[in-house]
């Protein structure tokens, strides 16, 4: 389906994308303090998080939003929890963007989610495969150069492994893991960083997640 931005659709999308957004922004913004977090480095970065926030979800709403027809991806049960995992895996890309840590509690939340959705749906095969292909997958890529990966890194693919299922889960893992290949090859050939630096990589996996997920609600549609 077609949306022009200036449609009632098109205004909508851009309305509910706002709303996730300053959801996912308080999140960022309240867990951490809630958790303990100690922000590294120097900067708080507040002003780019609110701003990377706010356009990444208006983005995502709205190319949920066109990217469902008339069939049952309409509905609430499709589009509407695309849009609560997109808010929840925005809010812990921002986080990790801004303390290296992904919070524990939010990819409980969407875990949690995941299942509930597998039982309506009657597919916890390919819910629970997937969430095991995710995490293992990681946690091998975490073996093979210690530190380059955290377990919350790890716990993440799992998680959007419950949430995408098999076989989608490949296809944002490798999306996730090319895009942060490219950034952090930019940053090096930049002298942002060395061949030995860490980054959150947390953003790529949620990036790659976020991809499939409108994927598969176009395909609902």
């Known amino acids: 389906m077609a949306l022009a931005l200036y449609s009632p659709e098109g205004l909508g999308a851009i309305l509910v994308g706002s709303a996730l957004g300053a959801t996912a922004n308080w999140l ?22 609110w701003i990377g926030v706010w356009v990444a979800s208006t983005v995502f709403a709205f190319l949920a939003w066109a990217g469902v027809g008339e069939g049952p991806g309409r509905f609430l049960g499709g589009r509407g929890l695309v849009l609560v995992y997109g808010m929840l895996l925005i809010a812990i890309a921002a986080i990790d963007s801004e303390y290296r840590r992904v919070p524990n509690k939010l990819l409980g939340v ?18 629970l495969v997937g969430g095991l292909v995710g995490w293992s997958l990681l946690y091998g890529a ?29 296809r944002a893992l490798s999306i996730g893991i090319i895009a942060g290949g490219v950034a952090a090859l930019v940053l090096v ?17 949620v990036l790659g997640g976020l991809v499939v997920l409108l994927q598969q609600l176009e395909a609902l549609g």
């Open 28 to 49: 960022a913004q309240w867990l951490p303090g809630r958790l303990g977090y100690v922000r590294p480095g120097r900067g708080s970065g507040h002003r780019r998080r």
């Open 110 to 127: 969407l875990a949690l989610l995941a299942l509930a959705a597998a039982g309506l749906r009657g597919q916890y095969g390919a819910t």
């Open 142 to 170: 975490s073996r093979v150069r210690p530190g380059a990966l955290g377990q919350g890194d790890v716990k993440l693919a799992g998680t959007l492994g419950l949430i995408l299922g098999y076989p989608d889960v490949f």
């Open 189 to 205: 050939m930049a002298r942002r960083a060395t061949l030995k630096s860490t980054m959150a990589y947390a953003p790529y996996l």
